[in-house]
């Protein structure tokens, strides 16, 4: 054990010099989150596994928001943490927190999957259950048919705003952070933000007048 900790503490040393760059680690990942990371570059899928049960309600979240389907939802998951494992080694610690990296991944997914799927909103339905199916079927089928919503609401907006509002509001990552994802600064991705969502009041008033 004492080997394994020395190899791992000798790595991370490593990496705060390499360059000449210190390693900026976000506050999230302070601590339980940063020591899993690096003990998975190690190769202990133990830690990776730790990772996969704290974050995956996030990411599946953000992939099922997009595409309404839990099974494809669960693919993106699925295709999301794997992609992260074989690229753990690669991850730097530049600030950005390491779901922020893990969404970014997912959303790539979530995208490819979209545009070859060839699904029309009204398969989807078959994702709704049947009114008295179970009794939470109800509010099931109300939840479906938001997310079937949004999906519609989210393909009026060019990919660069669709991609801040999925990460802002279904990753929870604030303005810096997807900057950091998405290679924009923080202030480009508030603008982004902006004018998305005056972009969606448009498109929802234009609806309820027609």
């Not at 570059?41 to 389907?69: I, K, N, Q, T, W």
């Not at 990753?171 to 969502?197: D, N, P």
């Amino acid at each position: 054990m004492s080997n394994r900790l020395d190899r791992l503490a000798a790595r991370i040393a490593r990496r705060a010099t390499h360059g000449g760059e210190s390693l900026q680690v976000h506050g999230d990942d302070a601590g339980e989150v940063f020591e899993l990371v690096e003990s998975a570059r190690e190769g202990d899928r133990l830690a990776f596994a730790v990772l996969y049960d704290r974050f995956h309600p996030r990411v599946y979240r953000m992939a099922l928001a997009r595409l309404c389907s839990p099974e494809d939802a669960e693919d993106v998951v699925s295709e999301t943490f794997l992609r992260a494992w074989r690229a753990l080694d690669r991850f730097q610690w530049t600030g950005a927190p390491f779901l922020g990296w893990l969404l970014t991944i997912a959303h790539s997914q979530a995208m490819t999957v979209h545009r070859t799927r060839a699904r029309r909103p009204a398969t989807a339905m078959a994702d709704v259950p049947e009114i008295g199916e179970r009794g939470g079927a109800p509010l099931a089928q109300e939840q479906s048919i938001e997310r079937m919503e949004i999906q519609r609401l989210l393909e009026h907006l060019p990919e660069d705003q669709r991609s801040v509002l999925m990460l802002r509001f279904y990753g929870g990552l604030g303005a810096e952070e997807i900057g950091q994802q998405l290679g924009k600064s923080a202030a480009s991705v508030r603008q982004l933000q902006m004018r998305a969502l005056e972009r969606l009041a448009r498109l929802q008033r234009k609806e309820r007048a027609a």
